[in-house]
């Protein structure tokens, strides 16, 4: 079986943080609107999601001194934000245990690196996620999944993005990996569920069995695709999305 690898979204899966961008967005959209007045976007958006909306939609070199200047803001309210972060329970222990499995272990952040391994630092997991995809690889969080598995030098087929939103669900599926969505007291659990994610999970603490269930699920198929046996077309999960009872672990299989 190939070595699998683990890559969460750092905010909502493995910490919890306070950030307020607000002032850095009502920056931006001013820039924005300065460089075109009738440019469209989503402002409910933080600074981050609102630059990969407009990328491509302004060009010149203007918009990226704007790009600068909106950095520079977010590095400073990132600073301010570490020191809010908590970390959420049973992710030191789940990032141990898929350790000791030989899963690799990484993350993804709409963060600067160097503010990603603040928030790290701060809740004592500084060493804990080697591998990281910043905003400063990517502002398109596909983009950041595809890069963080490259630094670790993995497959796809050989990972899964562990998420706590619907459109962290998307992202995984752009990327081609699969995707566990994590129970999140900020996100409604049935906005998750509709996304339709691989499996659903109440608690960390049972991801790295669940991950090692679906990988020798999929490699028995593979056998039985060999063998002539049919099943399910290369690519396809070998479950769909599993959930359970509020209180009780869903694990992606039975």
């Given at each position: 079986m190939?070595?699998?690898t683990v890559v969460f979204d750092l905010e909502g899966t493995l910490v919890y943080l306070k950030v307020d961008d607000s002032k850095v967005v009502e920056f931006l959209v001013g820039e924005l609107r300065r460089l075109d007045p009738g440019l469209d976007f989503q402002r409910a958006h933080g600074a981050v999601e609102i630059l990969r909306e407009v990328e491509g939609k302004v060009q010149g070199s203007a918009l990226e001194e704007t790009k600068k200047s909106v950095s520079s803001k977010l590095a400073e309210v990132e600073k301010a934000s570490a020191g809010s972060a908590r970390e959420r329970?049973?992710?030191r222990s789940a990032l141990s245990s898929l350790q000791s499995k030989g899963i690799k272990v990484g993350a993804i952040t709409g963060f600067s690196e160097q503010g990603a391994k603040e928030v790290l630092k701060h809740v004592g997991l500084e060493g804990a996620v080697p591998i990281l995809g910043?905003?400063?690889d990517s502002m398109d969080q596909s983009q950041r999944i595809t890069i963080a598995l490259k630094k670790s030098g993995s497959k796809p087929e050989d990972a899964t993005f562990v998420a706590d939103g619907s459109s962290d669900v998307e992202a995984a599926r752009s990327s081609g990996v699969k995707c566990f969505a994590i129970y999140s007291q900020e996100v409604p659990v049935n906005q998750i569920l509709t996304s339709k994610p691989d499996a659903f999970l109440f608690?960390?603490?049972?991801?790295?069995?669940?991950?090692?269930?679906?990988?020798?699920?999929s490699e028995l198929q593979q056998v039985k695709l060999a063998d002539g046996a049919g099943g399910p077309q290369p690519g396809t999960a070998p479950d769909a999305a599993q959930t359970s009872e509020p209180g009780r672990e869903a694990t992606g299989g039975r």
């Amino acid at each position: 079986m190939p070595s699998q690898t683990v890559v969460f979204d750092l905010e909502g899966t493995l910490v919890y943080l306070k950030v307020d961008d607000s002032k850095v967005v009502e920056f931006l959209v001013g820039e924005l609107r300065r460089l075109d007045p009738g440019l469209d976007f989503q402002r409910a958006h933080g600074a981050v999601e609102i630059l990969r909306e407009v990328e491509g939609k302004v060009q010149g070199s203007a918009l990226e001194e704007t790009k600068k200047s909106v950095s520079s803001k977010l590095a400073e309210v990132e600073k301010a934000s570490a020191g809010s972060a908590r970390e959420r329970k049973d992710a030191r222990s789940a990032l141990s245990s898929l350790q000791s499995k030989g899963i690799k272990v990484g993350a993804i952040t709409g963060f600067s690196e160097q503010g990603a391994k603040e928030v790290l630092k701060h809740v004592g997991l500084e060493g804990a996620v080697p591998i990281l995809g910043s905003r400063d690889d990517s502002m398109d969080q596909s983009q950041r999944i595809t890069i963080a598995l490259k630094k670790s030098g993995s497959k796809p087929e050989d990972a899964t993005f562990v998420a706590d939103g619907s459109s962290d669900v998307e992202a995984a599926r752009s990327s081609g990996v699969k995707c566990f969505a994590i129970y999140s007291q900020e996100v409604p659990v049935n906005q998750i569920l509709t996304s339709k994610p691989d499996a659903f999970l109440f608690s960390i603490s049972e991801l790295g069995d669940t991950i090692l269930l679906f990988a020798q699920k999929s490699e028995l198929q593979q056998v039985k695709l060999a063998d002539g046996a049919g099943g399910p077309q290369p690519g396809t999960a070998p479950d769909a999305a599993q959930t359970s009872e509020p209180g009780r672990e869903a694990t992606g299989g039975r």
